[in-house]
């Protein structure tokens, strides 16, 4: 995910080097070479599935579409949901963390809402809710928190009966899990752990998804990427949720979040790696205000609201990304990158080409409204 809490900052929440980078546009090829990214291949057709991939057989259901719903900012969040409850199949609110001995504790007890009536709600309406348990911990990623757990045998056994618990008493339809910046050493034991959870909550009837950063390749760019094996960490969840963004990001140079190229050049080699149906493409909904050398999250309202407050031309990428430049009060030099309704489009096709079982949004408030209309005709 990416961004901090508002009250922070920003309006999103921030990804500490999380998710596998997102960038690449007008700024040119020199940017594009120095920015972290995988291959890019301008592949336009599904690859055939690796030899030795998922033989996994592939059933005929209509794509799912997820809102995720961030706790700092839950007004709007769910806002969006009750505005559009024909168009979402399940909603991810942003509402629990943990600590080193596998309890669950609140995201952030000070600021954390868990919305009761809002879930019954939404479940009469027959929209699942499926809550994230996340390592972003009163609004700093502490991925630390996660690694003491899975190195302590007890502390996960512990954590693994908690999140059953949890999805029982609260009536949840599954667990999402979201726990970013592991380690390359911590790759079979987040695997042992996923695989033991989901054969858990399945057997209460419930479902297991986990967010995963993107990559290319088994290795990707870094410790976080192999921290994550696919193919192992596929078969053991229902859900997939590829980060598919972040290609640019707070310490990066300026450039797009998910620049369309890439996003395919990520889910396609992911559906090499684990079934199709099992994968959920992230769609970023927010854009980035750099200046002097650090980015800022904004939401599409503020990066419009800030356009034309300074009499800025909006631009496009050859994606479709929306950015622009202007000079503030104190004439420092700030450049923009969004996503709106057209840089969306240009990646929400890639779930039906690639069979996906769907898309999840990152995240609900402040975004283009223009962008629901075409999910619904898209998914």
Known sequence: MTGVPTWRGATGWRSVVVVAAVVASLVGVALLVALPSGERSGRTEPP????????????????????????????RGFAVVRQHLDLFDQVSPVWYSLDPDGDIVLADAEHTTVDRRTVQFLQSRGIEVIPTVTDLRDGDWQPSLVREMLHDPAATRRHIRQLVELAAREGYDGIDIDYEDLQAEDRQRFSAFLTELGAALRATGRVLATSVHPKTSDEGDDDRNLAQDYVAVGAAVDQLRVMAY???????????????????????????????????????????????????TVDHREARDTAQEHGARIHRSADGSAWYRYRDSSGVWHEV??????????????????????????RLGGEDPRVWPQVGEQL
């Not at 489009?345 to 990152?362: D, E, I, P």
């Open 246 to 296: 972040d290609y640019s990001w707070e310490e990066s140079p300026p450039g797009p979040m998910a620049p369309a190229g890439w996003v395919e050049d990520v889910i396609a080699w992911t559906v090499t790696q684990v079934p199709a149906h099992k994968v959920f493409l992230g769609v970023v909904l927010m854009g980035i205000d750099w200046a002097d050398g650090r980015g800022t």
């Open 48 to 75: 055939p599935p690796a030899t030795g991939g998922p033989a996994e057989p592939q059933p005929e259901v209509a794509p799912k579409r997820i809102g995720y719903v961030p706790y700092w900012d839950q007004r």
């Open 337 to 362: 990158w969004f996503e709106d309704a057209r840089s969306a489009r240009a990646k929400l096709s890639v779930v039906s080409r690639y069979g996906l079982g769907g898309a999840f949004f990152w």
